[in-house]
């Protein structure tokens, strides 16, 4: 990844957008992925009152006072999950059956929560923005039956919490430092036994990282289980599965991050 010195004119400073985005609903513990999003669109809006003194020939404006402040957010998913549908639909996930998870339409008018979106380019400067609070709403539409990729559009207007709409942070980083963290891992798959699960890395910066894995049953590492993916036994029932993701690149490591605990196993449906 390139290092601008961000000092203008520098090409350098030119960027293609690649990131991925991360929502914490109002109330949750963690961050979930929202997968593959294929467009995000952040529009800030300011909403002032003018006003102009007539003292003199021509009206000259003299006063300016911000009404408000805020903004609107469109995101277009590609993943077709539990969560992104109720996103999507303004719905509650019911997963008391891991398997064969259902959404409740409307089960709200509103979905708010914080969004982090972490620039992963290659080409430019990565910026990760973090929205304190975003309320998303009915928007979009959604075609079950297309001879096209189905996409999800979503669209939240920006609002604050704890006093602040959030932060735009710099994440440019030299190709020659140990891996970085930027977000977390996360387990992939159901939480049922005889099922397999994956680990989704994270996002990491540095160049030429790899990884190895030590999956974790409440807290303690499980014997053997060192792959991306993990077949759940009898054993892990009623119990809170992490994966511990380790990163190395020519620069050095390994860097350690841990995925949220998702849990308790469950026993496989009998038939």
Known sequence: MSNPTLQSPNTGNYFVGKGV???????????????NVTAMEFEPK???LEHFSSMEGVKSKDVTVVLSRGGTIKITMEELTARNLALFLLGDVDVSDPLNPS?????????????QFIGTNDV?????FSFAKVDFVPSGS??????????????GELATAAGTFGTATLTN?????????????????????????T??????????????????????????????????????????????????????????????AQGPVIAAPTS
Do not use: C, H
């Open 103 to 115: 959404v409740e339409i409307f089960a709200t008018d509103l979905l708010s929560g914080a969004l």
């Open 173 to 197: 980083l030299e190709a020659d430092t140990l891996p970085v963290n930027l977000g977390l891992p996360e387990i992939i798959g159901n939480l049922v036994s005889g099922q397999t699960l």
């Open 199 to 260: 680990a989704f890395d994270g996002i990491w910066a540095g160049t030429g990282n790899t990884f190895t894995y030590i999956w974790q049953d409440d807290g303690v590492a499980i014997g053997g289980a060192t792959s991306s993916t993990f077949l759940l036994t009898d054993t892990q029932i009623g119990g809170m599965i992490t994966v511990e993701v380790r990163a190395t690149n020519d620069s050095g490591g390994p860097v350690m991050a841990e995925s949220p």
């Open 46 to 48: 300011l909403e002032t």
């Open 21 to 35: 985005l991360r929502f914490k609903p109002e109330g949750a513990a963690d961050y979930y992925y929202l997968g």
């Open 142 to 155: 959604f075609n079950p039956i297309s001879d096209e990729w189905g996409a999800l559009e979503v669209t």
């Open 124 to 128: 430019g400067p990565r910026w990760t």
